[in-house]
């Protein structure tokens, strides 16, 4: 299980590289599932691998022009405020076993499980629909949403620090949609968010785990690899063309965790 779980962390940073996103909807399903890690911690791992995958991936949208740097920390600043609130008081306060329905337990790692495969369906559906936005020419003056985009920037960050996700599926419409940006500086912008959102995040979780450090760093570095290869591709294939693709992939994988979570315990 472990060389598939390896292989699949190519794919968290082709993703990423690619479309500005999904990577994390990919590493904590990896993490629990073919690398054995309790969800909790999977979903710290997972802002420590999608973190430092999106930096190495936005230096070379940077280097082309394509990061907004004013956005990114007006997005950034609300979101890992929340981030911190997250971590700090909200997950701390949800029990180990929430409830149960006949001999059928919730606990708090079936809850993660279950939200992250809903973060998955919904995410799907917008890889899987056609984007006008991505066919029309898109003009470069930016309106006055920057309130939207500051309560984006909230609920990202608390969708962060709960269940290790970037929220870069979220980003890049809000980017698109809210302030004008063309499509492949939302991208670029998108991936400067999510590594801030998420190295902040998993320096907020050191104190409060272990942290296997060699494990860690090579998976971070297999993603690494594939990010490479998605910013490469990037230039070479249409991100539209791999975008459904994908998305019907992370539906399967969603349902899959649900149909696991619920039906096979």
Do not use: C
Not at 215 to 241: E, N, Q
Request: net charge positive; glycine share 10%.
């Amino acid at each position: 299980m472990e060389v598939a779980g390896y292989m699949a962390s190519i794919f968290i940073g082709i993703s990423l590289g690619l479309i500005g996103g999904g990577g994390s909807i990919l590493t904590v399903p990896v993490l629990v599932y073919l690398f054995n890690v309790d969800t909790v911690l999977a979903t710290v791992y997972s802002l420590f691998i999608v973190g430092t995958t999106s930096i190495v991936g936005s230096f070379s949208y940077f280097n082309k022009g394509l990061v907004n740097l004013k956005i990114a920390f007006f997005f950034g600043i609300p979101s890992v405020l929340s981030i911190f609130f997250t971590k700090r008081f909200l997950l701390p306060a949800i029990p180990v076993e929430i409830f149960s329905i006949g001999k059928y337990m919730v606990t708090r790692d079936i809850l993660l499980m279950l939200l992250f495969a809903l973060l998955m369906i919904a995410a799907s559906y917008s890889m899987i629909r056609k984007d006008q936005q991505e066919h029309q020419a898109i003009s470069p003056k930016q309106l006055s949403n920057y309130p939207q985009l500051l309560l984006q920037g909230v609920f990202i960050g608390a969708l962060t620090g709960l269940i290790g996700a970037g929220g870069g599926f979220l980003i890049i419409p809000a980017l698109v949609n809210l302030l004008k940006l063309p499509v492949k500086t939302a991208v670029g912008t998108s991936l400067a968010i999510i590594s801030i959102n998420s190295i902040m995040g998993f320096w907020f979780s050191l104190s409060h785990y272990t942290v296997h450090w060699d494990f860690l760093l090579g998976i971070a570095a297999v993603a690494v690899i594939g990010i490479l290869i998605g910013s490469y591709l990037s230039a070479k294939v249409k991100a539209t063309l791999l975008k459904p693709a994908f998305g019907w992939f992370v539906l399967a994988m969603g349902l899959y965790i649900v149909i696991k979570e619920t039906l096979l315990k």
